[in-house]
């Protein structure tokens, strides 16, 4: 049985995992779903007809009847393109996404021989103190705490900066899209995929830093676990970053937008001048392209949820169950006390499993009413938005949360 | 000194957001400083304009999620006031299960008419192909077989891809044969043989027209009603 346990906690099976169980699901729904919510902002009715037989889910199967069309479309390929770079651009542009999943905590860590029973966090926090005294309870707490599956790909304490690294690789995608082109309009498009780049990657980078400032750690499962102070527990909205951080916030999702290169940040794309980088892509090429700004719009709803709103928390779900009151022990760091209604472990994951897909799912609603509220800006105005609005506010931010961290937080927070 | 001084045929009083000229160069009059103005703090943050924007389409939004569809006769009337406010406000007409009924005068796809007995009214009289600026009406003549009519088409065609719907084919008919009042528009078709109307299908619309014609019967010289007929 360890070699299963062993093949489960393996990245690569938790990344097809997530990718398989909750990312495509959800990218691939939301080509759907951006046609049809954009119907309901302008009081239309949007796709609704597309169906297997007499399955239709409300015109959910589009995304099906897509992809068909995109795989039965001639590849064309232009004379004089760069064909290799060409070949290599729109998985240049998909695969920072993916790779860049592997830092989103999706879920609690997974004791797999305690599903049944209900969880004892404070039993986990000291049973290797136990090793001494009482040699039967030990083996018995190890035994239920062995193999244990930890739902992030990657825990690493440099964990938003690799995420910061690699996504800014995606936009490589375009601008090799554009150059190895050979067409003009493409290589513009390139060319304000990349500035525009410039223009909100710093802003967006420095308005994390307060938030990192708050909780001590880059490393996103710990952000999600513990959340802002270590007096209350991570379960409580309270303690989520969005109260915490809400300058930053709002200056993280703007940039996010337009790290996603969609309206009103869509300046690369831009269909009445120049089209887009992606110009001369037909088919699938092109579908991949289409589909890494979805799977983008996916991975900023999971980084926003991990770092402002609790990640995988579900409000007031404890390891052990609900709970109203109680505080935190100081010593174990594990909440305690308070009247709780004791729930399985397995439920307890699949509850808080289902509120990360559910927060990333309303995350990207949001995204999707924004893109379909905000006419879209010059590429002057993002410049300006981006170098003199984003980036002092951020670095204020930076600031404000430095000076009253080391004001009104004293000691060192490790949580 | 204003830009309306220097240069009066370019720039008149109307244009009230001319930029402010600051200074202009002694040697070559065109050559400006302006004055810009710098944006005010509402115009630069965007902040409170996308808050009202959201306010608006998250309504749009919800009202149109969460709230059934109108009825179809409601929605079919463009603009008509909502009496149900209980209602979303989707308009869209869900078209091969709901239609919208079209105005009495409209000119729809043709057919034609009969005689009492079911022959075709139409005596081939050539005025239709005439009149038809699309050149979309094929008509070939026959010997009727002496039942009081001289002529009647053999082969009476009209297609529908070439028709542009005028109706002049409706006034030229001097015999009340052809009609456009069927209230219904040409089908989609796969082919474009299958939008040429034959007379066969055009008769099958068609019902027994009670207008006074030539031939056996009751005609304008005669006089008296329709009916004669009926009469023996």
Known sequence: MDIVYKILDFPGTKWVFLIVALVMPLASILTWMERRQSAMMQDRLGPNRANIGPIKLKGILHFVADAVKMIFKEDFIPANVHRGLFALAPILAIAPVFIAFSIIPFGPTVYPHALTQTFDPTLLATYPALAGADQVQFKQAAELFSDPIRLQIFSIDFGLIFYFAVLTLANYGGTIAGWASYNKWALLGGLRSSSQMMSYEVAMGISLMGAFLVTGTLEPGAIATFGASASMSGSNPLNWLWLWQPVGLVLFFTAAIAETKRAPFDIPEGEPEIIGYFVEYSGLRWGLFFLAEFIEIVFVAAVICTVFFGGWQVPFLDADGFRIGGYVDQITGVSTGGSVWFLPHAVVVLLQFAAFGIKVLLLCWFQLAIRWTLPRFRADQLMSLGWKILLPLSLANVMVTALIKLLFMSGPETP | ?232
């Not at chain 2, 105005?103 to 009149?131: S, Y």
């Not at chain 2, 084919?169 to 082919?191: F, L, N, Q, S, Y």
């Open chain 2, 1 to 232: 000194m204003s830009a309306s001084h220097d240069h009066p045929s370019e720039h008149g009083d109307v244009l009230t957001d001319q930029p402010k000229v600051v200074s202009v160069a002694d040697r070559h009059p065109r050559s400006r400083t302006i004055q810009v103005l710098r944006p005010e703090a509402k115009d630069v943050t965007f902040l409170a304009a996308t808050a009202k924007g959201l306010g608006i389409t998250l309504k749009h939004f919800a009202r149109n999620f969460f709230l059934p569809l109108k009825s179809a006769k409601d929605r079919a009337t463009a603009g008509a006031p909502i009496e149900d406010k209980w209602k979303n406000e989707i308009e869209t007409i869900q078209y091969p299960e709901e239609k919208v009924t079209y105005p009495e005068r409209f000119r729809g796809l043709h057919r034609l008419l009969m005689r009492d007995d079911g022959n075709v009214r139409c005596v081939a009289c050539m005025c239709c192909p005439t009149a038809c600026p699309a050149h979309c009406i094929t008509i070939i003549p026959e010997e009727s077989g002496g039942n009081g009519v001289e002529k009647r088409p053999a082969v009476f065609e009209i297609d529908e891809l070439r028709c542009v719907v005028c109706g002049l084919c409706v006034e030229a008919c001097p015999c009340d044969a052809i009609r456009m009042d069927t209230g219904d528009h040409a089908k989609p078709v796969e082919d474009r043989a299958d939008a040429i109307e034959t007379k066969e299908s055009m008769l099958a619309r068609g019902i027994r027209s009670i207008a006074v014609q030539g031939g056996e019967g009751a005609n304008w010289k005669t006089g008296g009603p329709r009916g004669h007929n009926h009469d023996h």
